[in-house]
């Protein structure tokens, strides 16, 4: 049945539950109706019959003597100025009675009423009534027997059938309305589906237009404010989003095409004048053993590059979701390590550390090499026997400060871009992405990275991360 469900459109599903609540409505409205249809018209009888009963047991010899008559507890009608006989309801019809002396012979009656065994009870004084359903020429009725003023007992028997009829009548309309209703609901109900999927069917049009046509540029057409609309403008922000990301890619592509190509360029021209040389032994005089040698360092340095671009490239375009799930880490032993690892590459700086414990939610992997980023480009830049200073205070700030000659004012705002290189960079090694990577690392993170000048010479990297408490 699950499984049927979920295969169904949700245009036929909404149609099943609209019908399904109507039709749940209907039956119940008419369950209801026939319940209080038949309760009334059982009381009605019941009530009838008790004051029937009563009546002639009240007055026994009127009865006997024919100079009674039933109650009259329905409405009355005659001349409009009341003058006149009144005219009761025929209360005779239906109605049967029969009066039985104290030797159990019947002395007056109606019609000719079965003596059972709780009349027999009643004459005798074993009960004070009693009530049962006898079969007079085909027909059921209700009987009651009551003692009568004098001795003997009184039994009154009403005809069950009309009402019966009457009910029967009733559940037959009741389910021919039913049905009716239940058939107009699933019209209703799949009508109200189609007008009320419109809006989604559009949406989803639209949606497709976008996968086949890979237009990312075009939104999906919004109407209203109901909850179709703030569905679209969710699938216009998120392909806003996926056509940012696909921009941002297409940028790296770009860009690091343009920084793969020079030294691979070189590596190539490199590589083809030593295989001349191999090949054409008469030209060795013009490559002299020192020549050859720088060539080969030039090449190994370019390599180097070429590798170290290579890991920056992939580490730059890696997602939020890698292999190393987040995790709470100790920021100062991240510090410490990456101090540690710097200072090996950089023997002739000091590194003066103060670190406070720090707890942090994030990646440790992603934080040492964002930290190793930062003291790398301190130590490139800081002058031979310089200092650089690292603080991690308590609030998850870290800041590193290097005494060299610092960054301009003009290319403060572009340091954190991806292969951007101020122009005193161009000269060194370097491939521009190492910022990039501390800034996305940061931003993965929760934090902010800033760069600020240092007093009186130097530059002052600031991160902050959001601390565990």
């Known amino acids: 049945m699950i499984a049927w469900w979920h295969r169904r459109t949700l245009r036929d599903r909404l149609s099943l539950l609209v019908s399904g609540a109507v039709a749940v409505a209907v039956l119940v409205v008419a369950a209801v109706a026939f319940a209080a249809v038949f309760e009334i018209q059982h009381r009605q009888l019941q009530s009838q019959l008790t004051t029937d009963a009563q009546a002639i047991a009240a007055q026994p010899d009127q009865w006997r003597a024919g100079t009674a008559q039933l109650p009259d507890t329905g409405p009355k009608f005659g001349p409009p100025d009341g003058k006149g006989p009144p005219w009761h309801r025929p209360r005779d019809l239906g109605t049967r009675w029969q009066i039985i002396g ?23 004084g074993r009960r004070s009534s009693a009530q049962e359903t006898v079969m007079l020429d085909g027909d059921r009725y209700q009987m009651l027997t009551l003692p009568a003023t004098g001795g003997g007992v009184v039994q009154v028997a009403i005809n069950q059938d009309p009402a019966g009829r009457t009910l029967g009548q009733l559940g037959l309309l009741l389910a021919a309305g039913s049905a009716l209703g239940i058939a107009g609901a699933a019209l209703l109900g799949r009508a109200v589906a189609r007008a009320g999927l419109v809006p989604v069917s559009r949406l989803a049009e639209a949606v497709e237009d976008v996968a086949v046509t890979m237009d990312l540029t075009r939104p999906v057409p919004v109407h209203g404010v109901d909850e179709i609309a703030r569905l679209g403008r969710s699938v216009n922000t998120m392909l806003g989003a996926i056509d940012a990301s696909r921009r941002a890619q297409r940028t790296l592509v770009e860009d690091a095409s343009h920084e793969l190509r020079t030294p691979l360029t070189s590596i190539r021209t490199n590589i083809e004048l030593l295989l001349a040389v191999e090949r054409r032994p008469e030209l060795a005089h013009r490559l002299p053993p020192e020549e050859r040698a720088r060539l080969l360092a030039d090449l190994e340095a370019q390599v180097g590059e070429l590798a170290t671009l290579t890991t920056e490239l992939v580490e730059l375009a890696r997602e939020e979701t890698t292999r190393e799930e987040p995790e709470p880490v100790d920021l100062a032993d991240i510090v410490a390590a990456a101090v540690e690892r710097v200072r090996i590459r950089a023997p002739g700086l000091t590194f003066a550390v103060e670190l406070a414990p720090v707890t942090v939610h994030g990646r ?106």
Do not use: C
């Not at 104290?102 to 005798?124: E, H, M, N, R, Y």
């Not at 990039?436 to 902050?464: E, K, L």
């Open 102 to 124: 104290a030797d159990g012979a019947a002395v007056s009656d109606s019609a000719s009423l079965p003596i059972t065994a709780g009349v027999k009870q009643v004459l005798a």
């Open 364 to 469: 440790p992997g992603e934080l040492e090499r964002m930290v190793v980023n930062v003291l790398d480009n301190a130590a490139k830049w800081s002058p031979a026997g310089g200092t650089v200073d690292v603080v991690l205070e308590s609030g998850g700030r870290l800041t590193v400060r290097d005494r060299g000659p610092g960054i301009d004012e003009a290319d403060r705002p572009f340091v954190f871009d991806r292969f951007y290189r101020a122009v005193a960079a161009r000269g060194m090694p370097g491939s521009g992405l190492g910022l990039a990577i501390v800034a996305q690392t940061a931003a993965h993170h929760g934090g902010t990275v800033s760069v600020a000048p240092n007093d009186p010479q130097g530059t002052v990297m600031t991160i902050r991360l959001p601390v565990l408490s």
